[in-house]
Nanobody, 122 residues
Framework: QVQLVESGGGLVQAGGSLRLSCAAS??????MGWFRQAPGKERDFVGA????????YYADSVKGRFTISRDNAKNTVYLQMNSLKPEDTAVYFC?????????????????WGKGTLVTVSS
């Protein structure tokens, strides 16, 4: 059974940091990534990481502040979030796909976690 389980969300003040984790089980994935959805808004791409080589891709809104990484031995992907802003407040979703194509726009993913809430206060 394929499962993606996020953890690490919480409440943090602006300028602070959080580290999200996503543990995958049931299969391995070529592409893993993160998306987020703020209240009343559409789900947006945050970042993705591909293959064993670990090439990374980021939305302009988070580039330079967020870092995505993966531990293939643990089948886990991470999102280190620094210099957090109130506009980063959202439910963050882990996503994954077995295809190479998922590592480039539009970053279409077939498997999704249930999300973890990140709230950044000002």
């Amino acid at each position: 059974q394929v499962q993606l389980v996020e953890s690490g969300g919480g409440l943090v003040q602006a300028g602070g940091s959080l580290r999200l984790s996503c543990a995958a089980s049931g299969r391995t994935f070529y592409t893993m990534g993160w998306f987020r959805q703020a209240p009343g808004k559409e789900r947006d791409f945050v970042g993705a990481i591909s293959g064993i080589g670990g090439s990374t891709y980021y939305a302009d809104s988070v580039k330079g502040r967020f870092t995505i990484s993966r531990d293939n031995a643990k089948n886990t992907v991470y999102l280190q979030m620094n210099s957090l802003k109130p506009e980063d407040t959202a439910v963050y979703f882990c996503a994954a796909d077995r295809s190479i194509a998922a590592a480039r726009p539009p970053y279409r993913m077939d498997y999704w976690g249930k999300g973890t809430l990140v709230t950044v206060s000002s």
